[in-house]
DNA sequence: AAGCCGTGGGG
DNA sequence: TCCCCAAGGCT
């Protein structure tokens, strides 16, 4: 049987999360706020989210002011969240919505912006324009795939709970609320019927769930084994001048960490580098100091870092190959956490001279 | 269409 | 420690 929306949209009104990008019960929200936010969760928690949400709000409290700001900005505020192609596709989709005059409100036009796919597309719909469609991320997979019992592991399993969660709006308790509805989903799921220990005992949906009644619920969804992860290596260095800049080369635009600063350094390869031939690689002859190692887990890799600090005397800092970048101030750069890292071990070398 | 794309926190 | 996961999209 399809569980009664009417129990989730009760539970929701008592339960439900305050957030920053939530509008009160009963008032529209704003598009431009409920589509910045939906970017940044993408794959990204909420605590995450909430501080660089407010931030680019107050940086930007328009799409027209965030379309007008130079990109190189638009990463800087956006350095620390990670999945960087996201920041390029928010400030292209910015320019587009303003050359519109709107945001779009309806799914397909949605789905022709850069960085909207199925989801957002839907989410953006159901929240900012009250269209009665179900945005499915991964805490709807959770839900439907606990409700009605689906054993057959993601990812190949994507479209069969698509056409599944589906099937949960078609009440009319939830075609009158398509915004909370959406977000009672989300709540659940991040609340309830959470991935490992769900509170069934207090889930208003119990009662219809298959997995429960089946006693697998807190199995699923299943999922196909993963690859294993790999481990790179590479070499950084961090050059100080008189000045206190560091020399800060921006990566291609494309690809990993793509659009970000870094410093100079190796290629990341699978096996280590001989201390030598690393050090051959550097801007400069040295004397380099050996800071020690940062660790950093991708998505798909791991990556292993040697980091070397030196600092240029004064009227030193003239004749580097560009390639390796320009002098500039840290704060100054888009940096990403990995070279964050890289960073705070050179600075704590650095500032014990 | 499977691989690529970050980061931080929780168990 | 290590593994898992979080309001996915693009190619």
Redesign the pocket.
């Known amino acids: 049987m399809t569980p009664d929306a009417s129990d989730l949209l009760r539970w929701y009104d008592t339960h439900r999360?305050t957030?920053p990008?939530?509008s009160l019960p009963g008032e529209r929200p704003d598009p431009y706020g409920?589509w910045l936010?939906?970017?940044m969760?993408?794959?990204?928690?909420?605590?995450?989210v909430i501080a660089y949400y407010e931030r680019f709000l107050t940086h930007y409290p328009t799409v027209q002011d965030l379309a007008a700001a130079p990109q190189e900005d638009v990463l800087r505020l956006w350095?620390?969240?990670?999945?960087?192609?996201?920041a390029r596709?928010l400030h292209a989709c910015a320019k587009r919505v303003a050359e519109l005059g709107q945001f779009p409100d309806t799914v397909d036009e949605l789905?022709k912006?850069?960085?909207?796919?199925?989801?957002?597309?839907?989410?953006i719909a159901a929240?900012a324009f009250g269209r009665p469609v179900v945005?499915v991320?991964?805490?709807?997979?959770?839900v439907t795939s606990r409700l009605f019992a689906i054993e057959d592991p993601l990812?190949?399993s994507r479209p069969l709970l698509a056409r599944q969660a589906a099937l949960l709006n078609q009440s009319k308790d939830a075609q009158q609320r398509p915004s909370d509805f959406a977000?009672a989903l989300?709540?659940l799921?991040?609340t309830l019927c959470?991935?490992?220990?769900p509170s069934c005992l207090t889930c208003p949906w119990r009662p219809a769930c298959q997995g429960h009644a089946d006693g697998i619920a807190a199995t699923l969804?299943r999922?196909a084994?993963?690859?294993a992860?790999p481990t790179r290596y590479g070499t950084h260095f961090v050059l100080q001048d008189a000045s206190g800049h560091m020399l800060i080369r921006t990566r291609p635009e494309?690809?990993?960490?793509?659009g970000?600063d870094e410093f100079p350094g190796t290629d990341w390869l699978a096996t280590p580098w001989d201390e030598k031939d690393a050090l051959a690689m550097a801007p400069v002859l040295g004397p380099w100091t050996a800071c020690g190692e940062v660790i950093?887990?991708?998505?798909?890799?791991t990556l292993r870092l040697m980091i070397y600090a030196a600092a240029l005397p004064a009227g030193h800092n003239a004749g580097i190959d560009p390639s390796f970048g320009t002098f500039r101030s840290t704060e100054r750069a888009a940096?990403?956490?990995?070279?964050?890292?890289c960073l705070a071990l050179a600075v704590a070398d650095l500032e014990t001279r």
Do not use: C
């Open positions: 999360r957030l990008w939530r409920v936010s939906e970017i969760l993408q794959q990204t928690t909420v605590k995450a350095a620390g969240l990670g999945y960087y192609a996201r596709n789905l912006l850069p960085g909207i796919g199925a989801y957002t597309a839907r989410a929240i945005p991320d991964g805490n709807v997979e959770r990812p190949a977000q989300f709540d799921g991040a959470t991935p490992r220990n969804p999922k084994p993963k690859q992860k494309k690809g990993l960490l793509g970000m950093h887990v991708f998505t798909h890799f940096l990403p956490g990995v070279m964050k890292k």
